[in-house]
């Protein structure tokens, strides 16, 4: 078993200045990888496809090509299925430490790569682990012995592919995809999907940690996380001494630029269309009666400069869909009732964060708010040692933690009969 990187190594090169940007941004940057990661073909059945056409990638920060991929389209998805279907029945019969071994090896490889692999993640885009085992019981009343055992569900193959040829992939009676085009054989799907996360600060809270928390949670990686808070609540008390610090906070921590340059926190949104859908959002808070604070601008590209509106209210569109941007808008509330009530009303429920130092105060809105994952006093929740997943329509299952493994396995039960008590 094998996995690579599929990039070109290759030149990109700024071909006109980018007005409005820093300095740093105003010079050539060059994308150059080691010869072992240049891959720009599928992986399928052990070694590299080639597809008919290709697509480009592009570096969003300039718009640049830096790579084109092969566009594998319904022959080369159903020859990956194939492929898989037919390793599986051998990848199924290794023992847990023999996976294990392969799996080490691939972790070890990506940690020696892993300068290399920062930097095509920066241009293109801008855990705890126990064996299982099976269980065994009797019931003597049944004179039976149980048997329960683990059995594996999933391979992996790498196809790069349009969406239409992703149909031939939902399609097929032996893959595990898609949980609408799966639904009618009945495939069993983990699903990690979208977020709308709040963000609430109560009176109570230790606004510094506060402060840094919504930092930490709304700009890392320009905001274009899953778990990143959407919206702000802050309780009337604080409401104004929040949006000032974080208003300073964010003029001395966050530097806009191309992430080559060291002292860059925050790269360009993934594409054009992902700035205008922020800028959008900011035309009709500021329509609607918020005001910016900072920023608001969208720049050449798909730079978008990090954002913050006050006097945000729960009718304008930045509240009711996810952002996927460096846009802070905060919502004021009066009581914890009503700031509950703002957050749970969404259909989707992946992660949520709180302030506060009272404790009673916190087991309640822990246990009210309706997401897979809190924050209390924290604004990182993600680790590989605690399940990751959501409530409502932000997915199905769990990754990471013990759990994890679990969407990737069947149980199977075997009951002897005609054993001796």
């Not at 294990?100 to 682990?129: G, N, P, Y």
């Not at 054989?185 to 928390?213: N, R, W």
Request: some cysteine.
């Amino acid at each position: 078993m094998s996995a690579a990187v599929c990039v070109l190594k290759t030149r990109c090169f700024l071909r006109q200045l980018l007005p409005g940007l820093p300095a740093a941004m105003h010079r050539s940057y060059s994308l150059d990888v080691s010869a072992p990661l240049l891959r720009t073909q599928g992986y399928v059945d052990g070694r590299w496809i080639s597809a008919a056409s290709v697509f480009p990638v592009l570096d969003p920060a300039t718009g640049q090509e830096i790579a084109r991929v092969s566009d594998c389209g319904p022959a080369e998805a159903k020859q990956a299925v194939d492929a898989a279907y037919k390793a599986f029945h051998s990848w199924k019969q290794y023992t847990a430490k023999e996976r294990s071994v392969l799996l080490r090896k691939w972790f070890e490889l990506m940690t020696l790569h892993k300068d290399e692999l920062a930097q095509l993640i920066t241009f293109e885009c801008v855990t705890t682990s126990e064996y299982l085992y099976c269980s065994t019981f009797q019931i003597n009343t049944l004179k039976c012995l149980f048997y329960e055992m683990r059995k594996p569900q999933e391979v992996f193959v790498k196809v790069y592919c349009n969406k239409h040829s992703s149909s031939s992939c939902c399609a097929s009676l032996r893959v595990r995809v898609l949980l609408k085009m799966a639904a009618d054989t009945v495939k069993k799907a983990s699903m990690e999907l979208g977020g709308h996360a709040p963000f609430i600060v109560f009176d109570s809270a230790d606004l510094d940690k506060a402060v840094g928390g919504a930092m930490a949670s709304k700009f890392r990686n320009s905001g274009q996380t899953c778990v990143c808070s959407n919206r702000f609540l802050v309780q009337s008390a604080v409401y104004d001494r929040f949006v000032e610090k974080l208003g300073r906070a964010m003029d001395a921590e966050l530097r806009l630029g191309h992430g080559s340059e060291p002292d860059t926190t925050q790269g360009p949104l993934i594409n054009a269309r992902a700035a205008e859908k922020v800028l959008h959002q900011i035309s009709d808070a500021v329509s609607r009666g918020a005001k910016v604070v900072k920023g608001g601008k969208r720049l050449d590209g798909s730079f978008m400069e990090p954002t913050l509106l006050a006097d945000v209210t729960a009718d304008m569109l930045c509240t009711k869909e996810e952002t996927f941007g460096p846009l802070v808008p905060v919502i004021r509330f009066n009581t914890e009732e009503e700031a509950l009530a703002i957050a749970n009303a969404t259909s989707v429920g992946l992660a949520g964060y709180f302030y506060s130092q009272d404790v009673s105060q916190i087991w309640r809105v822990a246990e009210a708010l309706e997401v897979g994952m809190v924050g209390v006093n924290e604004g990182l929740v993600s680790t590989a040692e605690a399940a990751f997943g959501g409530v409502k329509e932000s997915g199905l299952g769990r990754e990471g933690s013990k759990y994890g493994v679990d969407e990737y396995l069947e149980v199977k039960y075997v009951c002897f009969g005609g054993l001796k008590p």
